[in-house]
């Protein structure tokens, strides 16, 4: 007999053991220990690095829009007596270099000194005739240097200093000159001798050119006086041609003339507070249009038009400054608006002084306070008191970076001014703002324009809106075909076909955008504006054609829907899908024709409907594609993840597939499908070339399918490229970006939210 027992173990000797022994069990769990806590300390590394990221991000962001926010500093410099202390100075002026200053003075001179230790360096007298003196002045606009002097005698001369600027020694040298436009022979404003109280001068902007001079005499008469000059070529003399007319009288006593630069409006400001807007269009027609109270029944004190001779600003001697400017109404008459109020300086404006370039100004008053302004954005950027003395004239320098102050004593100060970015404010960025030339306050984005004397226009309601609805629209397309897709694909798609339809699905999203952008500006766009009503049939009647199709399907005998695989219904869509779609593009033209007159788009318009060509339809389709395989991928994988024991369970108890897929799957996959929906919001929001190339790029604030808007990051990629760096228009940009962030980062914090929420309600399932 043979002995199957098996042999044991000697006594006293013990059989070897598969499992490590105590010393190899303590080396692996060091080991293992070792590497989750590498592990551990590499997660939270990476998550902080993430967060530290994210944080440095809004830092810079935050650190580029930060001056915004500030206002204006005024740093006193140097101080000293003015050049001519025993004249009365009529204005103060800073050359753009801020080396030399400027005074204009009642003898009829221009005295130009060292704007930093008041040298004086070079005087001119205007050639004032013997038997008279000055008894008026006035200045046009800053940036033309043109002032003129009104005589005794009803004469008046038309002046211009100017600067030759020499480089010898690589050293730069200023010299001033004193140029006589019309020549150095007075011309005669008033026939009858009268002296000329108050005078204005502009140069013309229109027609063959010249100068225009508005007069009120000692006796009340309103004089308009137009000057032209010929210069013969071959002797070089100047022949000087006026034609002045006599407008119509205003009650009350005149104290102050503005002259527009178009020679179209004149404005003369009483001693009640009024001002008297007279059309002069045509001088020999002119009329007086309207009366105003701008000064709240106090008086008028200074006023001054700001760079552009469109909006003026009136200072009273309560110290209340206020903006106005002409009004169109629709019977295209013009009326003088009151735009905007300034915080009050408490006491009589005693002079203003506009900004060269930009809408801004600053004003002095009786208490010794200076007030830095800025018409946009309606922002008081510094009032604060800078003298004991009252203060009588005040400068500002061409590039806006130095002041000089002249107080009751004959004293001035130089000063240096930090004003970089007076245009923005919350409320001009975010709210309705009363633009010049506009009939009522609106919502603008308009960054650069080819005047100097351009209002900068930089609303973020218009980008914030089209980026909204760019991607309002995208997720209007994609969300149902991505979510409806996802659902059939993971729960009623046979495998075989999954395994085609999703990875040609994800595919898709290597598409590059510009792509996408490029087919849809120049392909797309055109074919929906040459088929409107074809378009409309797939959006209104194909969804019905499938709903048929799915009826008549149940309604097919058994034995022919037994052909058929489960799973493998939605490929008998296919050629339905493809014939209506060829038949509806081939009737367009004729729908066209029964229905709208030949045009559709000619129908919308005549009905009151815009229609760009690049438009929000556009938009959403295009960026539609693009966003359909974030949301598909993963609402698909979440519906595809829910666990079988509870699809069939629910089938078990009855539940249809349709029942099932109602209230066990969706809830289940709610979270899944809810991240996806927000990451294809996300995408759209930040999405760039489609919305760059397949809309006009109009900044336009509404939903209006059939109109284009312009985007966040659109804008951003358009502009900064061209954008001086550090200038308002970089950190506005700046700012639209740290808006754009700060928008994805709070839906997409709302939707983890969501998320983590459906997940613990549906936890239990």
Avoid at 38 to 53: D, F, K, N
Avoid at 158 to 172: E, K
């Amino acid at each position: 007999m043979t002995d199957n027992t098996p042999d044991l173990p000697a006594p006293g000797k013990s059989s070897k053991s598969l499992l490590p022994d105590y010393t190899r069990r303590q080396a692996l769990r060091k080991k293992r220990m070792r590497r989750d806590k590498l592990s551990r300390w590499g997660i939270t590394a990476a998550g902080y690095g993430v967060v530290m990221a994210l944080a440095t991000i809004f830092i810079y962001l935050f650190y580029e829009v930060a001056p915004i926010l500030r206002g204006a500093t005024v740093t006193p410099q140097d101080s000293y007596q003015i050049p001519d202390t025993g004249a009365n100075t009529y204005q103060l002026l800073l050359d753009r270099y801020e080396e030399l200053g400027i005074q204009y003075t009642d003898r009829g001179e221009a005295v130009f000194f060292n704007a930093n230790t008041g040298a004086e360096t070079q005087r001119f007298a205007m050639p004032v005739p013997d038997d008279a003196s000055v008894t008026s002045f006035g200045a046009a606009e800053a940036i033309s240097n043109t002032t003129v002097f009104g005589f005794s005698n009803g004469e008046a001369v038309v002046a211009r200093h100017a600067f030759d600027i020499t480089f010898p020694g690589n050293v730069r040298s200023i010299s001033p000159q004193m140029q006589f436009p019309l020549g150095e022979t007075p011309i005669v404003i008033d026939e009858q001798g009268s002296a000329l109280r108050l005078i204005a001068v502009e140069n013309m902007q229109r027609g063959a050119g010249g100068t225009a001079v508005a007069a009120i005499t000692d006796d009340g008469r309103l004089l308009l006086a137009n000057i032209t000059t010929r210069t013969n070529l071959l002797s070089g003399a100047v022949q000087v041609n006026r034609t002045v007319n006599t407008l119509p009288g205003f009650p009350g006593r005149a104290e102050k003339l503005l002259l527009d630069k178009s020679l179209r409006n004149l404005f003369v400001i009483d001693d009640r507070g009024l001002v008297h807007y007279y059309d002069i269009t045509t001088p020999a027609q002119a009329r007086l249009v309207q009366s105003v109270d701008v000064g709240g029944g106090s008086r008028v004190t200074a006023a001054e038009f700001l760079v552009g001779a469109v909006s003026i600003i009136f200072g009273t001697e309560q110290g209340d400054l206020s903006q106005w400017f002409l009004v169109r109404d629709e019977q295209n008459e013009y009326s003088l608006e009151e735009v905007r109020q300034f915080n009050s300086h408490g006491a009589a404006i005693t002079a203003i002084a506009p900004e060269y370039t930009r809408k801004g100004f600053v004003a002095i008053d009786d208490s010794g306070q200076l007030g830095v302004h800025y018409g946009t954005s309606a922002r008081t950027l510094f009032l604060d008191s800078v003298s004991e003395q009252p203060l009588r004239q005040v400068a500002i320098s061409q590039i806006n970076t130095g002041l000089l102050w002249l107080d009751g004593q004959g004293d001035v100060v130089s000063a240096d001014l930090w004003n970089e970015h007076p245009q923005l404010s919350w409320d001009a960025m975010w709210n309705k703002v009363w633009y010049e030339g506009r009939a009522d306050p609106e919502y603008i984005w308009q960054s650069s324009s080819g005047s100097d004397e351009f209002e900068s226009k930089f609303s973020l309601m218009p980008l914030t809106v089209g980026t909204l609805k760019a991607a309002f629209y995208a997720m209007l397309f994609a969300m149902p075909l991505a979510i409806a897709g996802a659902i059939y694909t993971a729960y009623f798609m046979t495998p075989k076909l999954r395994g085609v339809v999703k990875p040609s699905i994800e595919i898709m999203e290597a598409l590059p955008t510009v792509i996408l952008g490029f087919l849809a500006g120049l392909w797309l766009a055109p074919f929906v504006e040459d088929h409107l009503p074809a378009v409309f049939s797939f959006f209104i009647l194909m969804p019905l054609l499938m709903l048929l199709f799915a009826y008549l399907w149940t309604r097919f005998a058994g034995g022919l829907r037994s052909r058929v695989s489960d799973g493998w219904e939605a490929a008998l869509l296919v050629p339905v899908i493809l014939v209506f779609g060829t038949i509806c593009i081939q009737a367009s033209p004729w729908v066209e024709v029964w229905f709208f007159d030949g045009s559709m788009r000619q129908w919308f318009t005549n009905v009151g409907i815009n229609y760009d060509q690049r438009n929000a339809l556009i938009v959403g389709i295009a960026m539609g594609f693009a966003v359909i395989p974030t949301i598909f991928s993963i609402a698909e994988d979440a519906v595809f993840t829910v666990p079988r024991h509870l699809t069939q369970g629910s089938l078990a108890l009855g539940a249809t597939s349709w029942q099932t897929v109602m209230g066990v799957v969706l809830p289940t996959a709610s979270p899944g499908i809810f991240s996806a929906v927000m990451m294809g919001f996300g995408r759209a929001v930040g999405e760039t070339m489609i919305v760059l190339m397949a809309t006009g790029n109009s900044p336009v604030v509404n939903f209006n399918i059939f109109e284009g808007m312009r985007t966040l990051s659109a804008n951003i990629a358009v502009e900064l490229p061209e954008t001086a760096v550090g200038s308002s228009h970089f950190r506005v940009l700046f700012l639209a970006a740290l808006v754009l962030l700060a928008l994805t980062f709070v839906v997409n914090t709302i939707a983890e939210i969501i998320r983590q929420r459906l997940r613990q309600r549906y936890s239990n399932l």
